[in-house]
Nanobody
Framework: QEPLVESGGGLVQAGGSLRLSCAAS????????MAWFRQVPGKERNFVAA????????IYADSVKDRFIISRDTAKNTVYLQMNSLKPEDTAVYYC?????????????????????WGQGTQVTVSS
């Protein structure tokens, strides 16, 4: 069983919105930094957004800044990615990651190698 389960992907027109969810399964990540990455076929996995364990610190890729918002609900053991003003270039499989290291819990990393747990991904397709 995957430790993280993403949902909320789908097909949307350019300019539309989607909210992705990432729920922990079988364990809690409430004390860990979490992040969203995305990947298109044949390309590397790229950073989208990350959030500290408390939710007090967030970072974003330049390409999504001012359009996407990452948040977390500790009680529900869930991380969200609100995506607004979607563009065709946002089309990708979106993955949620959890950083098992407490070193980064207050200053989340944008590097995929720093994340130890992943979900199966959810497809987001933005039509023009």
């Amino acid at each position: 069983q995957e430790p993280l389960v993403e949902s909320g992907g789908g097909l949307v027109q350019a300019g539309g919105s989607l909210r992705l969810s990432c729920a922990a399964s079988g364990r809690t990540f409430s004390n860990n930094a979490m992040a969203w990455f995305r990947q298109v076929p044949g390309k590397e996995r790229n950073f989208v957004a990350a959030i500290s364990w408390s939710g007090g610190s967030t970072i974003y890729a330049d390409s999504v800044k001012d359009r996407f918002i990452i948040s977390r609900d500790t009680a529900k053991n869930t991380v969200y990615l609100q995506m607004n003003s979607l563009k065709p270039e946002d089309t990708a499989v979106y993955y949620c990651g959890a950083d098992a290291s407490f070193r980064n819990r207050n200053r989340p990393s944008s590097t995929p190698d720093d994340y130890d747990y992943w979900g199966q991904g959810t497809q987001v397709t933005v039509s023009s």
